[in-house]
């Protein structure tokens, strides 16, 4: 028998989900080389196309240590809003500086460049979405699942890694070197 549009099932190819503080999928960053990053936390990426089966949009949670940095960078292609949780840490949007504290949202349109320094004295926890996927594959290629290995990542390595995910995230170039 035939079916009309309105009769025909479609599989449902997302999963409703209640995801705890410390649900998620748990990744450790491998340390980066010194001079290209100083950030080596662990993360939670907890909805997106594997997690979930988002297709829209992404987001990861993760506590930065004090003193360390989320390099400058930008996302030329998505929208990011920051959420953060806990301790406090110092901004900034396309050189704009600003203070952040517990409770602070942080917007940014595509292709705004910011770096986030937790200048504080306990981690800054936040919560990251973005608009649409990529940057989540660019964490995933940094990082191993929490409990293997991990091994330093190399200036080479890391730099090719970027140059593969240029459509989704941009590092700024150090002082004299090219982008």
Do not use: C
Request: hydrophobic share 35%.
């Amino acid at each position: 028998t035939a079916q009309t549009p309105q009769t025909v099932s479609r599989p449902r190819v997302s999963t409703p989900l209640v995801l705890q503080s410390s649900d998620g999928e748990a990744r450790m960053r491998r340390p980066p080389p010194a001079s290209l990053s100083t950030l080596a936390a662990p993360f939670l990426i907890k909805v997106d196309e594997r997690n979930g089966g988002a297709k829209d949009f992404v987001i990861f949670t993760e506590d930065v240590p004090v003193g360390q940095t989320i390099s400058p960078h930008r996302h030329p292609h998505s929208e990011e809003i920051l959420f953060i949780h806990a301790g406090t840490s110092t901004a900034w949007l396309d050189g704009q500086e600003a203070k952040v504290s517990p409770g602070t949202i942080i917007f940014m349109p595509p292709n705004t460049g910011v770096r986030l320094t937790n200048d504080g004295k306990q981690p800054m926890s936040l919560m990251a979405v973005f608009s649409r996927p990529g940057f989540d594959k660019y964490q995933r290629e940094i990082s191993v699942p929490a409990g293997e290995p991990v091994k330093p990542l190399s200036v080479e390595e890391l730099t090719a890694i970027r140059a593969r995910h240029s459509q989704s995230v941009l590092y700024d170039p150090l002082p004299g070197k090219p982008r």
